[in-house]
């Protein structure tokens, strides 16, 4: 007999869960309809063909190639004090706390709570006649409650990996704004050092100007010059000295730049000296580019963490649709009348455990409402990884072409200054032995000079494209030592439980 009793029981629990499933809200066939594109499909080049899954970030400091003390330590101090990296490591802290208050949800809950009370009773028609009609007495309780959220369906849990890959995300971001941060100070201090050389050519330009006119001078003084010599001699003089007065400014100004960017106030970036860095260093790429490197990129890393986010967050609508079971209990005193403290006696204890169950039956759209702003979240987040991944594409692609070209641009600059320079050094000699005119010299230095400016630019843009390339990389020209975990390292599908798409 009790074998048959406890196969109906079993029976009956089966028929009610069933029922109570069957009474539940439809989804009406709401789902996601993103799909995430493969950077293999994408990619055309074979230094950033079969990009790796896995954020590996660069534990070396790929500004060190440039040789530079003052810079190294420049950028040590910016990530420091930077204000802005210190706003992206709160809003990682915030996402953590947040991770932790959704895990709390799946832990035991035990809350305790205490009255004592002095309590009249009004010999009234809702409280009397009786006998404490007229009558004052203690009205006191304590009691111990706790429920358990059972999570049948994993709504607790996802919310609590959601808000974990959400942490993973504004960590992601911090990187992003770490890396970001590093490359606007390498750029700017390239950009001082370019400063700093075309006011030594400018300088030279104006040391060359002066030897011209103390000639021309001479050769007036000696009665075989003239006037017209002597003037157009002096004549470019006050354009060189602005020149000068321009870069000097110029070179204030990068100082005020690179001292905000460490987060300090323009008084640090006067403590700047010329930098060190060689704008004809060479700098070497490694004959292939690991796979790895666009899967370190922080913006993409942070685009997969984003579309892992809203994933569990379509899981965590859909649970909303099935029963909610909660174990819940309570473990107390309770007592009116007597002494203050009778109430703990154990005669007035009482307790009460059992499951709690809420259904949802009819909510006017709410839960289709939900489903459909996370399938629609999850549809936005993969349309931008998918953007981020193709812009990550052509930015690498677009720093490879620009690396390549600069390194030919500076070949040809080089022999045009080679050039420039022959040609004037022939015309300052043929005008010191007086076998023609100023004109001719004074053409040919300026046109030394701008050949001069030119390969001083040639050269900071080639420093500038290794930064952009290195940067584009996600950090450096290879994989990085911090491995993250295999679950950070996939692009996440559409739950299960709503049909899934391929990565």
Same mark, same amino acid.
């Given at each position: 007999?009790?074998?048959?009793?406890?196969?109906?029981?079993?029976?009956?629990?089966?028929?009610?869960?069933?029922?109570?499933?069957?009474?539940?809200?439809?989804?009406?066939?709401?789902?996601?309809?993103?799909?995430?594109?493969?950077?293999?499909?994408?990619?055309?080049?074979?230094?950033?063909?079969?990009?790796?899954?896995?954020?590996?970030?660069?534990?070396?400091?790929?500004?060190?190639?440039?040789?530079?003390?003052?810079?190294?330590?420049?950028?040590?101090?910016?990530?420091?004090?930077?204000?802005?990296?210190?706003?992206?490591?709160?809003?990682?802290?915030?996402?953590?706390?947040?991770?932790?208050?959704?895990?709390?949800?799946?832990?035991?809950?035990?809350?305790?709570?205490?009255?004592?009370?002095?309590?009249?009773?009004?010999?009234?028609?809702?409280?009397?006649?009786?006998?404490?009609?007229?009558?004052?007495?203690?009205?006191?309780?304590?009691?111990?409650?706790?429920?358990?959220?059972?999570?049948?369906?994993?709504?607790?849990?996802?919310?609590?990996?959601?808000?974990?890959?959400? +942490?993973?995300?504004?960590?992601?971001?911090?990187?992003? %704004? #770490? *890396?970001?941060? /590093?490359?606007?100070? &390498?750029? !700017?201090?390239?950009?001082?050092?370019?400063?700093?050389?075309?006011?030594?050519?400018?300088?030279?330009?104006?040391?060359?100007?002066?030897?011209?006119?103390?000639?021309?001078?001479?050769?007036?003084?000696?009665?075989?010059?003239?006037?017209?010599?002597?003037?157009?001699?002096?004549?470019?003089?006050?354009?060189?000295?602005?020149?000068?007065?321009?870069?000097?400014?110029?070179?204030?100004?990068?100082?005020?730049?690179?001292?905000?960017?460490?987060?300090?106030?323009?008084?640090?970036?006067?403590?700047?000296?010329?930098?060190?860095?060689?704008?004809? +260093?060479?700098?070497?790429?490694?004959?292939?580019?690991? %796979? #790895? *490197?666009?899967? /370190?990129?922080?913006? &993409?890393? !942070?685009?997969?963490?984003?579309?892992?986010?809203?994933?569990?967050?379509?899981?965590?609508?859909?649970?909303?649709?099935?029963?909610?079971?909660?174990?819940?209990?309570?473990?107390?005193?309770?007592?009116?009348?007597?002494?203050?403290?009778?109430?703990?006696?154990?005669?007035?204890?009482?307790?009460?455990?059992?499951?709690?169950?809420?259904?949802?039956?009819?909510?006017?759209?709410?839960?289709?409402?939900?489903?459909?702003?996370?399938?629609?979240?999850?549809?936005?987040?993969?349309?931008?990884?998918?953007?981020?991944?193709?812009?990550?594409?052509?930015?690498?692609?677009?720093?490879?072409?620009?690396?390549?070209?600069?390194?030919?641009? /500076?070949?040809?600059?080089?022999?045009?200054?080679?050039?420039?320079?022959?040609?004037?050094?022939?015309?300052?000699?043929?005008?010191?032995?007086?076998?023609?005119?100023?004109?001719?010299?004074?053409?040919?230095?300026?046109?030394?000079?701008?050949?001069?400016?030119?390969?001083?630019?040639?050269?900071?843009?080639?420093?500038?494209?290794?930064?952009?390339?290195?940067?584009?990389?996600?950090?450096?020209?290879?994989?990085?030592?911090?491995?993250?975990?295999?679950?950070?390292?996939?692009?996440?599908?559409?739950?299960?439980?709503?049909?899934?798409?391929?990565?």
């Amino acid at each position: 007999m009790p074998r048959r009793i406890s196969r109906a029981l079993q029976s009956l629990s089966v028929l009610a869960l069933s029922l109570a499933i069957g009474g539940c809200i439809g989804t009406g066939g709401i789902a996601p309809q993103g799909q995430a594109l493969d950077a293999n499909a994408l990619a055309t080049d074979d230094a950033i063909q079969r990009a790796a899954e896995e954020a590996h970030w660069p534990a070396a400091q790929w500004w060190r190639a440039y040789g530079d003390p003052q810079l190294n330590r420049w950028i040590e101090l910016a990530l420091q004090g930077s204000p802005t990296l210190a706003m992206a490591a709160a809003r990682v802290r915030q996402a953590k706390s947040m991770a932790g208050i959704a895990e709390s949800a799946e832990s035991l809950q035990i809350n305790a709570d205490s009255t004592l009370k002095r309590h009249n009773w009004p010999g009234d028609q809702f409280y009397g006649p009786g006998e404490l009609g007229d009558t004052t007495t203690w009205d006191n309780n304590a009691a111990l409650g706790f429920s358990y959220a059972l999570d049948l369906w994993g709504r607790e849990s996802n919310s609590t990996e959601r808000a974990v890959d959400l +942490a993973q995300m504004s960590a992601a971001e911090a990187r992003m %704004a #770490q *890396l970001e941060l /590093q490359s606007n100070i &390498v750029r !700017a201090y390239i950009e001082l050092s370019l400063h700093y050389a075309q006011r030594d050519i400018v300088a030279a330009t104006l040391q060359q100007q002066q030897q011209i006119l103390d000639l021309a001078q001479k050769r007036l003084d000696g009665g075989i010059g003239t006037h017209f010599e002597v003037s157009q001699a002096e004549t470019p003089l006050p354009e060189t000295h602005r020149q000068l007065d321009a870069l000097d400014e110029a070179i204030a100004l990068s100082r005020n730049q690179l001292a905000a960017l460490a987060g300090k106030g323009p008084g640090a970036g006067v403590q700047l000296q010329r930098p060190t860095l060689a704008l004809g +260093a060479p700098l070497t790429l490694p004959s292939s580019l690991p %796979a #790895q *490197l666009l899967g /370190q990129r922080p913006d &993409v890393v !942070a685009s997969r963490w984003q579309v892992a986010a809203q994933a569990r967050g379509i899981d965590v609508a859909h649970a909303g649709f099935y029963p909610n079971v909660d174990l819940v209990g309570s473990l107390g005193y309770v007592a009116t009348g007597g002494g203050m403290l009778e109430f703990l006696t154990g005669k007035k204890m009482n307790y009460s455990v059992g499951p709690a169950i809420s259904l949802p039956i009819f909510d006017g759209g709410r839960l289709r409402a939900e489903l459909g702003e996370a399938s629609a979240g999850y549809d936005l987040a993969v349309a931008h990884y998918n953007q981020t991944l193709v812009n990550a594409l052509k930015d690498i692609s677009d720093q490879l072409i620009r690396r390549a070209s600069m390194d030919k641009q /500076q070949g040809f600059a080089a022999e045009s200054v080679a050039t420039a320079q022959k040609t004037y050094d022939i015309a300052m000699i043929a005008y010191q032995r007086g076998l023609t005119d100023y004109l001719n010299v004074l053409n040919a230095q300026t046109l030394l000079f701008k050949q001069q400016q030119v390969q001083q630019q040639v050269q900071a843009a080639r420093l500038s494209a290794q930064a952009e390339l290195v940067t584009a990389l996600g950090g450096g020209l290879g994989a990085g030592d911090d491995v993250p975990t295999e679950r950070q390292t996939q692009v996440p599908k559409t739950p299960a439980l709503l049909g899934g798409l391929s990565k």
